[in-house]
């Protein structure tokens, strides 16, 4: 069973950044991927990014460019850096692993404005 903890959620105003945080309960090498999905009121949830083990990254098209995707695995923990941030990017943002079966977090939200 594999536990995960999102913070780092909140308020940003247009064009600002923030760096939201997934903790696992274990190694995260462990993990074959990890990553963030999203979801904005109305509609659907969202593939954002994700690292593979090996430490390839891949993204969105839709935040290529703006979000960038790290981990540390002293602390087992997975970021998610998100610059220049835009009203649409208002959502809960949930990372998730995959072990043989998909873990989740419970979500942290950004909401983006003024």
């Known amino acids: 069973q594999v536990q995960l903890v999102e913070s780092g959620g909140g308020l940003v105003q247009p064009g600002g950044s923030r760096r939201v945080s997934c903790a696992a309960s274990g190694s995260i090498f462990r993990m074959l991927t990890m990553g963030w999905y999203r979801q904005s009121p109305g509609k659907q949830r969202e593939w954002v990014a994700r690292i593979a083990r090996s430490g390839t990254t891949a993204y969105a098209d839709s935040v290529k460019g703006r979000f960038t995707i790290s981990r540390d695995g002293a602390k087992n923990t997975v970021y998610l850096q998100i610059d220049s941030l835009k009203p649409e990017d208002t959502a809960v943002y949930y990372c998730?692993?995959?072990?043989?079966?998909?873990?989740w977090g419970q979500g942290t939200q950004v909401t983006v404005s003024s």
């Open positions: 998730y692993a995959e072990q043989g079966s998909m873990y």
